[in-house]
């Protein structure tokens, strides 16, 4: 039945540029009926994805300034059934407001809210003509109020409505005007309806405090007004003097420097990027921040700081021939503000008022960000804890940004807090799976145990007899692919990748998928993982163990069995029977002839005879898929993919499951076996989504690494003699693979690792967001390429497989349109991007609670060998090969004193000088001088700097311009003792260029039985370190 429109005109008072004000007229049409999307609806209602729910006590209705400046305490996830009227929306979407936007549209989209969005200006029975007497706040509010009416009675008086708005008159006016429609300030809904919510109260009153602080005029102007947004965007368009991007603060030098990276569409005669210098041009802007800035006159450039960083140093050791183009912020287009943990100061300590609201000085854990005011009446609890902060504003007449307090996430250095800080810093979810998502997947226990369904199973291409096979690291569960290979009758080989079919169990929009879409990726820490898919699914149904059935998506090619050509290709959805979990060792000793039947656990109860007929198949099949795999990556090589390896370490234990030594070996062959098969599944899958949907499919590309960004490489291969071409992807593989030093194994590999730092980050992509030309990946030297094969751990692989299967039903109304994939992948780098840093600052965390309590002077395992990888003016960038960490050792104090390590006793600090030149720098004092020079053996001293408001770090003091005594050249004789090795934890950091496979790029942690989300045991150590990569630590 159509509906009735009913149309009006709506008069609107617009001020143009020149500051005319123009009356326009427009249209507005109001309907006759409308969906209130609630459970409890007896007239028919729909609902949409969301609804509000049947099992609250009340339905709640918060105006536009509510919404505006308390959005925060309306995001806590005790606060459900709300209703964002049009109205509210409208209020506060001004200038400023996307960001307060875009999170009510995540508070309504998650279904597990129960919150909804409410066209009330578009429905004739909530809708009504402002009158002459109020003002636009006012009329504005009186909507929502009659929105929230209507509420009441529509349902059936089977719900109290409670209205939230801080204007006490209409508070007065409305209280009680209808019985079941409460009116009240978000002040009174918190006193009355949630007394015992401390959080949600404490967060109250900092905001309030807070808008209170930004709303006083007056003070002393510390920072220049920022332009206009149309103003800005008229400069960035039409002068070559202004430019957009991305604010990037040094963290080692926060207070100094801070740079731009992106330029927008212009053509710049600029080959660096711009630099920031101090706080006051920085001009409120904040570390993430999307700034415009203007460049400043050529003689105000600056220079990079080529000095290492020293406490409360004020050096700034700058060549001219340096200077980098230099400007200041005049305005931010967008505000990148975030959760940010913090701690009160020791001098904020003082003086304190129990109960009564003060404002103090926050600082946060993460140097590049600036001090934070916070207004509390919790500061004698705050002291000595890591708190939670947000920014609400930051003023011209302030010189710090105003906030308010969250949440205290507890004491500063326990483990628990600590990694909390981590976790709060980078953004990442740290919380269990609800009831709610657990309930819809499906159960597998003793006395309901889970098989896969006849119906299913006759949609599926049955591959239970063929012999498949994994091959993984040891201690992992979580078993993404297996493998086949055969020999069929017509010669051909047959070579099948098997990944576990998650998106038959993960289905769109579901609870399940909503919460792993919005982690991403499985976050591995030094100590734990946070896994993105609940256990059931993720060691369990989608694991593809060996013995049992189970779903899988598989890619089998049929290949040429001379040139391993691909003649055909099929995609499609499998059931398998997994016959063998196998480790890399036991896979690699089975290529190499060794006796492994005790290795193989499947093989204990086969007959004899058996099991010399399947470890025949098992043998011929790895060494094809070794011939085969060599035969893919000398493909891939031939066109110019670039093979940056890192220092591989295994842990062995011990029975009582001790560490009890650390091996760096050489990788295993079996090792890019695996990485090739999925590398070529990963290829052969993007090829197919990209031919069926051109517009709308998950990439992941690699672009080509600026040039300028190699100058550190090409000079390092200098200092040793190697000419490094970096023209093509091609030339630079082959250059590294001739830097090669006799008598200093790690050379390779640090230049390897300066390779890695000059590389951009691959990212993941919509296909209708980027030139065809763009879609290749330089790493690997493909023309496409996507992910695939790690469904369980990575959210782009879930997205990829229904991809996949959608291409096969040619099914495209499942698709998501280009627009909102992009946005998706945007998402999933960012996730991405922050795992990889958490991961990394967790291992920072672990080896500075080991080395905290350690004697540096007596204790063996503080002492150790080290390579110069860069040069400084005061001092050197060292790589310490023993546990795979980096670090400066200056040779000059804030003194002046310069470091003497040549003697027979103790170094001591000495009244000299430095000299550096391009690979060297030399000591002079009285006595003579030291050269310290490139790639150089050196002993040093590790030790561990203190801090209550940051995170520990660790320092490195020089002890001797020689080797250490006990550094033996050969990596494969090295060992660690045992005590070094249980504080150390040094796991896999992603390099720039991905493999694209979980075998190469991930970490294998030691899992417990229950697979839970945290292990609070402090040395729970990964029992196999794969590809502890060279670190950058600049």
Not at 40 to 63: A, E, K, M, N, Q
Not at 101 to 127: H, M, P, W
Not at 178 to 205: I, R
């Amino acid at each position: 039945m159509e509906q009735a429109l009913l149309k009006r005109d709506r008069y609107h008072h617009i001020k143009t540029k020149t500051g005319r004000i123009l009356r326009v007229v427009r249209e507005h049409y109001l309907r006759n009926s409308i969906d209130c999307s609630s459970d409890i609806c007896t007239s028919g209602c729909s609902r949409g994805s969301s609804s509000l729910p049947s099992d609250v006590t009340h339905y709640l209705f918060p105006d536009g300034g509510i919404c505006k400046d308390f959005i925060e305490v309306l995001e806590l996830d005790d606060f459900k059934g709300i209703t964002f009227t049009q109205t509210s929306v409208n209020n506060v979407l001004t200038p400023g407001g996307r960001a307060t936007v875009k999170r009510l549209t995540q508070k309504v989209r998650d279904s597990r809210n129960g919150c909804i969005y409410f066209a009330n200006e578009f429905f004739g029975e909530t809708f009504c003509e402002r009158s002459s007497g109020d003002n636009l706040e006012v009329w504005q509010t009186k909507l929502v109020y009659k929105a929230a009416v209507w509420y009441y009675y529509h349902l059936n008086c089977q719900k109290d409505i409670v209205m939230l708005t801080d204007n006490k008159d209409l508070i007065d006016e409305l209280v009680n005007e209808t019985p079941g429609v409460h009116v009240m300030s978000l002040s009174q809904y918190l006193s009355l309806f949630w007394p015992n919510l401390t959080e949600a109260k404490d967060m109250f009153e900092s905001l309030a405090a807070s808008l209170l602080l930004s709303k006083q005029k007056g003070g002393n102007k510390q920072y220049d007004n920022h332009f206009p947004p149309e103003v800005l965007q008229m400069h960035v368009k039409s002068s070559d003097q202004y430019f957009e991007g991305i604010l990037n603060v040094n963290k080692h030098h926060a207070q100094k420097e801070a740079f731009i990276h992106g330029f927008g569409q212009k053509e710049l005669k600029l080959d660096s990027d711009i630099l920031v210098s101090g706080i006051t041009d920085r001009n409120r802007a904040i570390h993430g921040d999307r700034v415009v800035v203007q460049l400043l006159p050529k003689s105000r450039w600056k220079g990079r700081i080529s000095s290492l960083t020293q406490d409360n140093e004020n050096e700034d050791d700058c060549e001219e021939k340096e200077c980098l183009p230099t400007a200041r912020v005049v305005g931010i287009i967008q505000r990148n503000w975030r959760d940010y943990v913090a701690t009160l100061p020791k001098e904020e300590r003082h003086n304190v008022q129990s109960g009564k609201a003060e404002a103090v000085l926050v600082i946060p854990f993460d140097y590049r960000i600036p001090k934070i005011r916070i207004t509390t009446s919790q500061v004698s609890s705050l002291q000595g804890q890591r708190i939670m902060v947000r920014i609400d504003s930051w003023e011209a007449n302030s010189q710090y940004p105003n906030g308010h307090l969250v949440r205290k996430l507890g004491p500063v250095g326990d483990l628990e807090t600590e990694i909390a800080t981590v976790m709060v810093e980078h953004h990442l979810s740290a919380a269990g799976f609800s009831e709610l998502q657990q309930l819809e997947l499906p159960t597998n226990s003793k006395e309901n145990p889970w098989k896969p369904t006849k119906q299913e199973i006759s949609k599926r291409l049955d591959l239970r007899h063929l012999l498949i096979f994994s091959i993984d690291p040891k201690g992992c569960e979580d078993v993404d692919d297996t493998l086949s290979i055969r020999e069929l009758p017509n010669g051909e080989l047959e070579l099948g990748v098997h990944i576990a079919d998650v998106s038959h169990f993960v289905h769109p929009h579901s609870l399940t998928d909503l919460e792993a879409r919005q982690r991403s990726t499985t976050v591995y820490l030094a100590d734990r993982r946070y896994d993105m898919l609940p256990a059931i699914l993720s060691a369990d149904l989608c694991s593809l163990v060996s013995g049992v059935d189970r779903y899988a998506v598989s890619v089998i090619w049929h290949l040429d069995s001379h040139s391993y050509q691909v003649n055909d290709v099929w995609y499609g959805r499998t059931i398998i029977k997994s016959a063998h979990k196998m480790f890399y060792e036991a896979a690699q000793a089975l290529h190499d002839g060794k006796d492994v039947r005790t290795d193989i656990p499947e093989l204990k109860n086969m007959d004899p005879s058996a099991v010399e007929k399947r470890l025949q198949k098992l043998k011929w099949s790895v060494d094809k898929l070794m011939d085969v795999a060599r035969h893919l990556k000398a493909n891939r090589v031939k066109e110019g993919a670039v093979q940056l390896e890192g220092l591989e370490v295994k842990v062995e234990l011990n029975e009582e499951q001790e560490i009890e030594n650390l091996i760096p070996k050489q990788t295993m062959e079996i090792h890019e076996t695996i990485a090739e098969c999925m590398i070529f599944a990963n290829h052969w899958v993007a090829k197919r989504i990209v031919e069926t949907y051109p517009q709308c499919s998950l990439l992941r590309y690699h672009p080509l690494p600026r040039q300028d960004h190699f100058q550190q490489l090409v000079e390092s291969a200098k200092a040793k003699g190697f000419e490094v071409d970096t023209s093509t992807s091609k030339t630079l593989a082959d250059s590294l693979d001739k830097c090669v030093d006799a008598n200093d194994v790690n050379v390779n590999g640090m230049l390897r690792s300066l390779a890695t730092k000059a590389m951009s980050n691959a990212l993941y992509f919509s296909t209708g967001s980027l030139p065809r030309d763009q879609f290749f990946h330089y790493g690997l030297a493909l023309d496409c390429y996507t992910h695939f094969t790690s469904p369980i751990r990575r959210y782009a692989d879930v997205i990829v497989h229904r991809l996949l299967i959608a291409a096969g039903n040619n099914d495209s109304n499942s698709v998501l349109n280009n627009k909102d994939l992009q946005e998706l992948c945007e998402h999933i780098n960012n996730k991405h991007r922050a795992s990889q840093h958490a991961q990394k600052d967790s291992q920072e965390l672990f080896q500075t609670i080991f080395f905290k309590d350690k004697n540096a002077e007596v204790d063996e395992c503080c002492t150790v060998d080290a390579i110069i990888e860069s040069i400084r003016s005061n001092g050197f960038l060292i790589f310490v090969p023993r546990y795979g960490m980096k670090g400066a050792v200056f040779l000059k104090d804030k003194n002046g004193l310069v470091r003497d390590a040549t003697g027979q006793t103790k170094p001591v600090w000495v009244a000299g000088s430095l000299s550096r030149s391009g690979y060297s720098v030399t000591v002079n004092t009285l006595t003579g001088s030291t050269t310290y020079n490139l790639f150089d053996h050196v002993t040093v001293r590790i030790t561990v700097q203190l801090s209550d408001c940051h995170s520990h770090s660790i320092k490195y003091e020089l002890v001797s311009n020689k080797p250490h005594e006990e550094m033996q050249t050969e990596q494969g004789n090295t060992t660690v003792s045992k005590d070094a090795l249980e504080g150390v934890v040094s796991a896999v950091r992603e390099m720039h260029i991905d493999a694209g496979d979980s075998h190469g790029v991930d970490v294998s942690v030691v899992k417990d039985n229950q697979f839970s989300q945290s292990n609070s045991k402090m040395y729970q150590l990964l029992n196999y370190f794969r590809t502890m990569a060279l670190q950058e630590c600049s």
